[in-house]
């Protein structure tokens, strides 16, 4: 690591910082609506993003700081299991395009702005939808704290942030100042925020990814050289685990790992508060499975993204946190300006989803627990100025996690994140095509995905940590390693069907559906999914 | 590529798994009425959007080095080769689907 602060790098990264702060504030001018305090309007951009705003929103809002930053460590620290993020991707878009398309039609027909609103309207079950309500929020809060991180690293490679000596308040500061003009944009602006930003911030990566995967290996000596050091470094031994550190391709034992890996983190991903909110501003239906075909451009991007992990070992790159291994590596190869540009786009890549997340978690805190269950009759203003609360409490609620506690409890809680969020996937895409599941099934099924998980999760150990160590673990009844979060999954829809039979037979009441079938596939122009929201609140309770 | 009849449904779905017999039933049950509900053209749909979970959970068929590719292993450029062959499959699945919802809607006024 350079010593003192990269003027040039510092300067460059404060300019593109300064650019997307005025474009933030100015963003609640674009598109604007006659009624603003409208949670449709702030936390939805007004249902008006058309295909290519819409990718840029979704790409910003799902590729987030926190992957550039730890998909290629992870590639960095172990080699090919790190690559599980790529088939990951594959899996998402195939997969989204079967349910997204409805959860639209009839999100659009009632006005729902979370999934949770779809689950109560759909089982009649406001228990059930504050579970997943409550899981949202619990999911999301530690994936805006892991933004933090990425930008932290961003800036500690930079020099801005000082030695272990310096005063916290000073070495802070720099992320206080960040976070704070994130919160007054996002009161201000809502979804429109990210949205406009996310052009800059997706741009700025194309550009970063497109340089570095060409500058890079031809200053290395090309792939050949590239992989070969990256085999040297795997092959040695680790001497806290006495196993060699990684491999270049995953071994017999590691494959059913890989695989529900990504496919787990494929099922999840799109349970995840933020990405509904992204796709539910989207103008119609055809949008979103337009853009299920274009979507995986960021695909490609992530896997280009995780091979400069290979690279930071082939260029010698040493760092204690495997969280810096990749702002090092720009550091040192690229000249100072490109190396702040590259880190404007880490550093914006952070601001984009952390403003989504904090506008998805507040607009599900507002709807399904302040207007269910403290204030029914709370109309669309009140609720917007809820969220906008919520929104900023939200945000300092991550930084606080950040800065008192160690960076591992975020990563923690992420992991833990990812595999409570997947447990909502009965519930919201069983939902979604069939009103077989009994609500209270689901109920059951999700409470005992949540518990296996956790419990699961808490038993994993690694070298370093006693508790928390993965996310994989062996299956009961397979005896393979694998993903924890697929595993809770399956044994949530096995509790769900079974109890379904059992409470169809003794007739428990089944909770009333507000939904119709044809509001499934109902399109932008269909009558009443015009313009003109339906009121909800009136005809839920 | 068999005609399916709509009794079939039950047994096409064990076959194809859960994720994209459910694309094939995005109309709502009760228009069924003339039109079957599993037709070929759903069939080559639900295809499209399975081949790639074939493809990306096998990982023996691809967890090796060789051939390389101007110095990248298998395993890694067989996987980003695999990005564009899901795009293109997700294209065509997409394209289908709007040539099937225009023949429903010219078929039954929905």
């Not at chain 1, 406001?126 to 991180?149: D, E, F, W």
């Not at chain 1, 299920?292 to 070992?313: E, N, R, V």
């Not at chain 1, 260029?315 to 690229?334: R, Y």
């Not at chain 2, 090796?64 to 980003?80: S, T």
Request: net charge neutral.
């Amino acid at each position: 690591m350079k010593d003192g602060v990269n003027g040039v790098a510092l300067a460059v990264f404060i300019f593109f910082f300064l650019a997307v702060t005025v474009m933030g504030f100015l963003a609640s001018r674009w598109r604007r609506a006659e009624n603003e305090n409208s949670l449709d309007e702030w936390g939805l951009g007004g249902r008006s993003f058309g295909t290519w705003v819409t990718w840029f929103l979704l790409g910003g809002d799902l590729y987030t700081a926190y992957t550039f930053v730890a998909v290629p460590a992870a590639i960095y620290a172990a080699g090919a299991a790190g690559f599980f993020a790529v088939p990951y991707t594959i899996l998402v878009y195939p997969l989204i395009f079967t349910f997204l398309p409805r959860l639209w039609s009839v999100s659009h027909k009632h006005g729902y702005v979370t999934t949770s609103d779809f689950v109560r309207g759909r089982f009649g079950s406001k228990g059930l939808s504050l579970a997943v309500a409550v899981t949202g929020i619990l999911a999301t809060m530690p994936y805006i704290a892991l933004q933090l991180v990425g930008i932290q690293a961003v800036l500690d490679v930079m020099g801005v942030g000082g030695g272990e000596n310096t005063h916290w308040f000073i070495k802070d500061l720099p992320l206080l100042i960040a976070f704070g003009v994130l919160a007054a944009y996002t009161y201000s602006s809502g979804l429109r925020a990210p949205a406009l930003i996310a052009f800059v911030k997706d741009t700025l990566i194309y550009i970063v990814i497109a340089v570095a995967i060409i500058y890079i290996p031809i200053k290395l000596g090309g792939f050949d050289e590239i992989f070969a050091k990256a085999g040297e470094a795997y092959a040695q031994t680790n001497p806290a685990t006495g196993k060699p550190r990684g491999s270049l391709v995953p071994g017999e034992a590691g494959q059913w790992t890989y695989a529900t890996l990504a496919l787990g983190s494929a099922l999840a991903l799109f349970m995840y508060p933020h990405s509904i909110t992204a796709t539910l501003s989207s103008r119609s239906r055809e949008v979103i499975r337009r853009n299920t075909t274009i979507l995986p451009l960021y695909s490609l991007m992530l896997g280009l993204l995780a091979l400069l992990g290979f690279m930071a070992i082939a260029a010698g790159i040493q760092v204690k946190n495997g969280q810096l291994a990749i702002p090092q590596l720009f550091e040192t190869m690229f000249p100072d300006w490109f190396a702040g540009v590259a880190f404007a786009a880490i550093g914006i890549g952070a601001l984009v989803p952390a403003a989504i997340m904090s506008i998805a978690a507040a607009n599900l805190f507002t709807r399904n627990i302040y207007k269910d269950f403290i204030k029914p009759d709370a109309t669309p203003a009140q609720e917007t100025k809820v969220s906008k609360l919520v929104s900023l409490l939200v945000k300092v609620g991550a930084l606080a996690f950040v800065l008192t506690m160690d960076k591992t409890v975020a990563i923690n809680f992420q992991l833990l994140g990812g595999i409570w969020i997947l447990q909502t996937f009965p519930a919201l895409v069983g939902g979604l095509f069939t009103r077989w599941f009994h609500r209270w099934a689901l109920l059951a099924g999700w409470a005992v995905g949540m518990l296996y998980g956790t419990i699961a999760a808490y038993g994993v150990a690694s070298p370093t940590q006693k508790h928390f160590g993965g996310s994989s673990a062996e299956i009961p009844g397979i005896g393979e390693i694998g993903y924890i979060g697929l595993t809770a999954f399956v044994l949530n829809v096995l509790v769900t069907v079974v109890l379904t039979f059992v409470l169809k037979a003794v007739k428990a009441p089944e909770g009333i559906d507000e939904t119709s079938p044809e509001d499934y596939t109902a399109d932008a122009g269909d009558r009443g999914v015009s313009t003109e929201l339906p009121k909800v609140g009136a005809d839920t309770h | 590529m068999e005609r399916k009849r709509p009794l079939d449904f039950p047994s096409i779905t064990e076959v194809i798994s859960e994720g994209t017999a459910i694309a094939m039933s995005d109309t709502p049950d009760a228009t069924q009425g003339k039109q079957p509900t599993i037709t070929p053209l759903r069939v080559v749909i639900a295809l499209c959007l399975f081949a790639p979970f074939v493809a990306m959970l096998w990982v023996s068929s691809y967890a090796r080095v060789e051939p390389l590719l101007a110095g990248i292993p298998f395993f890694y450029w067989y996987q980003m080769l695999w990005v564009l062959i899901s795009t293109v499959l997700t294209m065509v699945a997409y394209k289908l689907w709007q040539l099937d919802q225009r023949a429903r809607k010219g078929g039954d006024a929905r």
